[in-house]
């Protein structure tokens, strides 16, 4: 450790002792975001893209009934804590509250589904592919961060989807060779999509493994930007937000339309609005009369509008596919799955396999026979059904930790919209979010040190 002004600073190798658990808070001052510059770190930095690739193109490659992906997150961890003992030592004890979170969760599932009479060798499964990979994502992600620095990290994270955005826009214009690239990653994984997604060449995902992964990694490429801007800029109220986001809000924005997903669309704006009423309180009222008027107009020449869009073919601006009118039946029978069992169904639980019991109060939902083939589209219910009732505590502990974190909160608000309307989410078939946690937890961390009370002079002079 390195003593700059009295003040105790982590040297970006990260290899100091470690120290007690009530000392072993992060202190992540402006170069430790910086990381190494090695040779080393050049590998890490290496393998750290093949990882982020393999989990975004190719995330069904399998070897040996295991992704590719697994195998080459356990050997940048093994490379990490063989060569950086004790920095995997501070990951455990800086992250604690994430891996808490985590040991929490994990918790819970494992008794409901024992509650539920779910065979150990599938809780145990579920634990290690859900749990375990969400806790080894978290350190491998500090691992990261202290090693390559914030700015490569971020980068590297961002340079993958942002060529899966790319090539969606070449797919969304009709370049066939955008298309042969992604039949060309189909053949290397074992499930079959082409019936699915492919067939028609319907709807663009990129390099994604699909449509709506996709969505889901622009809202994550999103929040990650976010957060690097935060390292280097800050936010709080009358500074507004950080510099360069809304270049990147535009990006996201246009790849969203182009794949079609309507959720990171609506989670975009939803960010706007609170982003303008975060940095301009007290001109939000303002802003509101002026923009009162435009929306009268706007009101006024609506079907004119909608028609335009509508007509345009995008499946972005449409409403009436069997998308959105299967959602209400979906909704309606994840509510009505909590309310018969809030406890929680277990890790292994599947909506599909109850709409027998419920179809009798489902059948009259427009579009209603979409329960018999698709999970609920809502992760927030998903979490519910699996966990039950006794995870909400986390639930609030989270949405407490973001609210007094106002700018890391609405690096993710785009997120914790997109994931209203589909299946995926943290431990829920999202990983790739894990490895972003200990960047949030390092910029709300700073933002408390910046604002914590400046000791006051005493008398007799300072303490």
Known sequence: MITVSGTVVLQ????????????????????????????????????????????????????????????????????????????????????????????YAAGVGAAVSAFNHLPLASILRQLLEIHGQAALAVLIGYSLLRIIGAERLVGAFVLVIGLSSAVSLLQAAGMDAAWRLRDTLQDLQTYDLENIFLAGRLRAMGLSFSPVHLGTQLCLAFAAYYLLRLTKDGASPGRGVPHGIWRSWTAALLAAVASGNRSPILGLAVLAIAAAVYAWPARSALLAVMVLPLLAVAWLYA???????????????????????????????????????????????????????????????ANA???????????????????????????????????????????????AVHIFFHNDGPLQSDFLIWYLIPLAVAVGLRADDRTEPVPRRGPRGPT
């Not at 093949?50 to 992704?67: D, E, H, Q, T, Y």
Request: proline share 4%; net charge positive; charged share 15%.
């Open 12 to 103: 970006p190798e990260a290899n100091a002792s470690l120290t007690a658990v009530g000392q072993c808070r992060p202190n992540f001052a402006g170069d430790d975001f910086l990381g190494e510059r090695s040779s080393f770190g050049t590998v890490v930095l290496l393998l750290s893209l093949l990882l982020f690739f393999l989990s975004v193109a190719l995330v069904r490659f399998m070897v040996g009934g295991a992704p590719v992906r697994a195998f080459v997150a356990l050997l940048l961890a093994g490379l990490l804590s063989a060569t950086r003992p004790r920095l995997f030592g501070r990951a455990l004890c800086e992250m604690r509250n994430p891996l808490l979170v985590i040991a």
């Open 303 to 365: 079907d004119s509008l909608i028609g335009y869009f509508v007509n345009s073919g995008m499946r972005a601006f449409r409403v009436g596919d069997k998308s959105s009118e299967g959602r209400e039946a979906l909704r309606a029978f994840g509510l009505m799955l909590v309310a018969d069992q809030p406890f929680g169904y277990g890790l292994t639980f599947s909506s599909t396999n109850h709409v027998k019991a419920f179809w009798s109060q489902l059948q009259g939902f």
């Open 369 to 415: 026979e979409t329960v018999w083939g698709n999970a609920i589209h809502n992760y927030y219910l998903n979490i519910l059904h699996k966990y039950g009732v006794l995870i909400l505590p986390l639930g609030l502990y989270v949405v407490r930790a973001l609210w007094r974190h106002k700018p890391v909160l609405l690096a993710f608000l785009p997120y």
